[in-house]
T-cell receptor, first 113, second 112 residues
Framework: SAVISQKPSRDICQRGTSLTIQCQVD?????MFWYRQQPGQSLTLIAT?????????ESGFVIDKFPISRPNLTFSTLTVSNMSPEDSSIYLC??????????FGPGTRLTVT | GQQLNQSPQSMFIQEGEDVSMNCTSS?????WLWYKQDPGEGPVLLIA?????ELTSNGRLTAQFGITRKDSFLNISASIPSDVGIYFC????????????FGAGTILRVKS
């Protein structure tokens, strides 16, 4: 399986600011996804990051709040904009899918104060 | 949205005991996946199931894809302290572009 890294691993941010999270894969992959895991909860899909086109967002998530870039087949970013304490979560990227297993990065633990 | 009902919510067992957890849904899934998540880490894939009725082992872990495609179970035999963590089932729905849907998780604690 691919090796996935995320930066930063954790951050503490002030409300009203934005944070960009990076996801790097060591091989080219077709599908990349972003998930949110709120404290003590399961994982929820935010969006599918599409290479060369706009991301596909799930119900309850919008581009203005979570803009995503996918400039090539090994890299994607997720920005959490205008943060509030409710955005405190672990954000995870994954690769695979499309009928195959998904593999997850180590996650970015975000705390908003 | 689609829901996976995962049970039990938590387990506190003696080292050496066998563990069983399962997931059910009213929807039909093409793929069932089982993950383990340790504190501060991302979920790690344990077992992937692709065919109804499939029974797959990975060391002390065994998982099965239910024949109706609406359920799956994971068994852990002879538990050890490092089995502690949160176990998630997840399923891919073909009619929703194979989007991955997660269960709520089973917290496993092991007494040594």
């Amino acid at each position: 399986s691919a090796v996935i890294s995320q930066k930063p691993s954790r951050d503490i941010c002030q409300r009203g600011t934005s944070l960009t999270i990076q996801c790097q894969v060591d091989s080219q992959v077709t599908m990349m996804f972003w998930y949110r895991q709120q404290p003590g909860q399961s994982l929820t899909l935010i969006a599918t990051a599409n290479q060369g086109s706009e991301a596909t967002y799930e119900s309850g998530f919008v581009i203005d709040k979570f803009p995503i870039s996918r400039p090539n087949l090994t890299f994607s970013t997720l920005t959490v904009s205008n943060m509030s304490p409710e955005d405190s979560s672990i954000y995870l990227c994954s690769v695979g899918g499309g009928g195959d297993a998904e593999y997850f990065g180590p996650g970015t633990r975000l705390t908003v104060t | 949205g689609q829901q996976l009902n995962q049970s039990p919510q938590s387990m506190f067992i003696q080292e050496g005991e066998d563990v069983s957890m399962n997931c059910t849904s009213s929807s039909i899934f093409n793929t069932w996946l089982w993950y383990k998540q340790d504190p501060g880490e991302g979920p790690v894939l344990l077992i992937a199931l692709y065919k109804a009725g499939e029974l797959t082992s990975n060391g002390r872990l065994t998982a099965q894809f239910g024949i109706t495609r609406k359920d799956s179970f994971l068994n852990i035999s002879a538990s050890i302290p490092s089995d502690v963590g949160i176990y998630f089932c997840a399923g891919q729905l073909a009619r929703e572009g194979n989007k991955l849907v997660f269960g709520a998780g089973t917290i496993l604690r092991v007494k040594s």
